[in-house]
């Protein structure tokens, strides 16, 4: 699968508890540098599909290949080493820490070994300097020293993206990023994630379908388990299945510009 020149490569994916199918042959291709969100009712697996990704859940059947490598039975703490990072199971925040700490443990963490040649001083100031780059990515630096406990919901979304691109993800996994965040919270987020496409690749599970068609370069849409259409915005929007699983035919037919607007829920 090398060949596909993808970063991600995953193919007839599937995970099933007893009789139910929850993700069926899903099959993806997601190129460097691409934003690629999963959309989806409610209960159409796309938490699955990320926790199959990461790593979190085993798969029943299919491939997983991750920089031409195949990662299928890899747990998920060496799929973070090889740059496939999730932001929340693996980086759960810690609140009585600062901001800066809970990246700086993530950095630490990653590059342990090649600190080893600094002197203790030396050592926190370039692990302080790291942190505090990725920090200043994600609009944080004003926030550093205060802990992560006392930050606001939105602010706290972005620092668990930040710890996990200080694992030196190449790609990252986020479940739905906006959720529970406010107009302006969201917002900030959308900008933030429009410029980590410039250096990362991106797979977003997301219900707001103003920032889903906003950022996303393309989509894929879950449902039952089965990717139903799967391609640039436009294209998506415009697809009859598509419509009909997210209104229901008649609505569609009546409405078709809310398909898209007004997702699923
Ligand atoms: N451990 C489990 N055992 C049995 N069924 C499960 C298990 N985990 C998930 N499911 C089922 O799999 C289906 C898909 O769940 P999943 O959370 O992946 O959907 P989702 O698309 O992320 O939904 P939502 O948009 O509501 O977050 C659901 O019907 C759920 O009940």
Known sequence: MAETGALLSVRNLSKTYGALVVTDNVSLDIPEREL??????????????????????????????????????LPMHQRVRRGLARSFQITALLDGFTALEN????????????????????RDRKLNDEAMAVLARLGLEDRAHRRAGTLSHGEKRQLEIAVALATGARMLLLDEPLAGTSHEESAVLVELMRALKQTHTLILIEHDMDAVFSLADRISVLVYGKVIASG????????????????????ADKAPEAAAAGGGR
Not at 103 to 117: E, K, L, Y
């Open 36 to 73: 690629h969100v999963i959309i989806g009712p409610n209960g159409a697996g796309k938490t699955t599909l990320i926790h199959q990704l990461s790593g979190r859940l085993p798969s029943n059947g299919g491939k997983v290949v991750f920089a031409g490598e195949d990662i299928t039975r």
């Open 103 to 122: 990246v700086a443990i993530a950095v630490q963490a990653r590059s342990g070994s090649s600190f080893r040649f600094f002197a203790p001083v030396a």
């Open 232 to 251: 640039p915005p436009a294209e998506v929007r415009a697809h009859p299945e598509v419509r009909a699983a997210y209104l229901g035919d008649e609505q």
